[in-house]
């Protein structure tokens, strides 16, 4: 079974700084990584994906996250926040393998409130 | 243009009452799922089908039933609600059971009276 630490439930950041969300995961089998945002009121929008490849992945609305392996994390990252940037952001991981079948296991959710 | 589509988007409701919530994707997706979001934001998987088959229940109670009708079609049922069911229902679908992305639906705010 996997599981997932969002260690911030909420993040306040002034705009136009940089803020970080951190994540980490736990899993005896490989898995895929994923950060996705949720504006109020609404449903889950993929910010981004780690599948393979480079560690760092780049998303939409110029966040980013970087795959650590040995820490086991994979933290997102914006360098200059905006007030549309407020929202829900949660951190989910399927297993590598047929992970389809199991769904999503998500975090509980970092709320970042962007503060004029 | 929606690719999955969820009615009704709210949905009030007394307890001891039988309601169902739909779920339709355009995406020509072979694997749906159900998702709860309870009111302190956290998402768990409840259901998981592919090609109108269950594959994953996620110790749900059985007053859930899902139902596929088809591939493009994934719906829940709830018997005899409850205060607890409270909670926003979401559908999602991926291409199959290997994919790795998942699409989500609006959402489905059920509030049980």
């Known amino acids: 079974a996997q599981s997932v630490t969002q260690l911030d439930s909420q993040v306040p950041v002034f705009e136009e700084a940089p803020v970080e969300l951190r994540c980490n995961y736990s899993?005896?089998?490989?898995?895929?990584l994923f950060w996705y945002v949720q504006y109020p009121n609404q449903g889950l929008q993929l910010l981004l994906k780690y599948l393979s490849g480079s560690t760092l992945v780049k998303g939409i609305n110029g966040f980013e996250a970087e795959f650590n392996k040995s820490q086991t994390s994979f933290h997102l990252r914006k360098p200059s926040v905006h007030i549309s940037d407020t929202a829900e952001y949660f951190c989910?991981?399927?297993?590598?393998?047929?992970?389809?079948?199991?769904?999503?296991?998500f975090g509980k959710g970092t709320h970042l409130i962007i503060q004029p | 243009d929606t690719a999955v589509s969820q009615t009704p988007k709210y949905l009030v409701t007394q307890m001891g009452n039988d309601k169902s919530i739909k779920c339709e994707q355009n995406?020509?997706?072979?694997?749906m799922y159900w998702y709860k979001q309870d009111s302190k934001k956290f998402l768990k998987i409840m259901f998981s089908y592919n090609n109108k088959e269950l594959i994953i229940n996620e110790t749900v109670p059985n007053r859930f039933s899902p139902k596929s009708p088809d591939k493009a079609h994934l719906n829940l049922h709830i018997n005899s609600l409850e205060l607890g069911d409270s909670a926003v229902y979401f559908c999602?679908?991926?291409?199959?059971?290997?994919?790795?992305?998942?699409?989500f639906g609006p959402g489905t705010r059920l509030t049980v009276t």
């Open positions: 995406l020509g997706h072979d694997t």
């Open positions: 999602a679908s991926s291409q199959d059971v290997s994919s790795n992305e998942q699409y």
């Open positions: 899993s005896s089998v490989s898995v895929y």
């Open positions: 989910a991981v399927t297993k590598f393998s047929g992970g389809g079948a199991d769904g999503l296991t």
